[in-house]
């Protein structure tokens, strides 16, 4: 039972435009919750991250937003960079445990 | 400064041999994490070292799958009697304190991409 879930395997934006990328999590306990960013034969990069006791968290041209009533978070990228075409994990911990990852979403920022 | 390395970065092996899988994490972090990805799929998470904790082996997929970490720095993922669905990219990744505890973000290395013939 997959405890997060990235229900959208691709997601295709123009260059400029607002990129959203979605995560769903069915535990209640996860408290902490990251996303990662992934090129093409390299290791996960840290990215951005939000702890649940926040709704909002901004980083440059990165947000995350957490709805914990919906058990719902989102990344939002403005402007979309041909660079950040990438596959995207979200993950998330409830408490002293390790990062459980959805599959990915594969983001295309075309120019 | 450098950061998570991994060798070999590429293994093709034959079903039913063993083979060693290398992991070194950033100088001074307590916290490393074997993690693998198979086509298609997320992140799997498969062992924790934490200091001098008793590692986290909830998510090793069999008996054939054990790792060490020597001197709280190198580890080693060891696959016995490998299997075609082993096939997988293993990642490691270490963190400065341990899973759960602000400054736990985890860094990973490139990754070991295994090939079981």
């Known amino acids: 039972d997959q405890q997060v879930k990235q229900n959208s395997p691709s997601l295709s934006v123009q260059e400029g435009r607002i990129s959203i990328l979605n995560c769903d999590y069915t535990?209640?306990?996860?408290?902490?919750f990251l996303w990662y960013k992934k090129y093409p034969a390299e290791g996960p990069t840290f990215l951005i991250s939000?702890?649940?006791?926040?709704d909002k968290n901004e980083d440059g041209r990165f947000t995350v937003f957490l709805n914990k009533s919906a058990k719902h978070l989102s990344l939002h990228i403005v402007p979309s960079q041909p660079g950040d075409s990438a596959v995207y994990f979200c993950?998330?911990?409830?408490?002293?445990?390790?990062?459980?990852f959805g599959k990915g979403t594969r983001l295309s920022v075309i120019a | 400064g450098a950061g998570v390395s991994q060798s070999p970065s590429n293994k093709v092996t034959e079903k039913g041999k063993d083979v060693e899988l290398r992991c070194d994490p950033i100088?001074?972090?307590?916290?490393l994490y074997w993690y693998r990805q198979s086509l298609g799929q997320g992140l799997e998470f498969l062992i924790y070292?934490?200091?001098?904790?008793?590692?986290?082996k909830s998510g090793l997929p069999s008996d054939r799958f054990s790792a060490e970490r020597t001197g709280g720095s190198v580890s080693t993922l060891t696959i016995q009697r490998t299997q075609q669905e082993d096939s997988a990219v293993y990642l490691c990744?270490?963190?400065?304190?341990?899973?759960?505890?602000?400054?736990?973000?985890?860094?990973f290395g490139p990754g070991t991409r295994l090939t079981v013939l």
């Open positions: 990744a270490s963190s400065l304190v341990g899973a759960g505890r602000a400054g736990a973000t985890q860094y």
């Open positions: 535990n209640s306990m996860f408290d902490y």
């Open positions: 939000i702890s649940s006791i926040k």
């Open positions: 993950a998330a911990s409830a408490g002293n445990t390790p990062l459980v």
């Open positions: 100088s001074g972090h307590t916290a």
């Open positions: 070292f934490q200091g001098n904790s008793a590692p986290d």
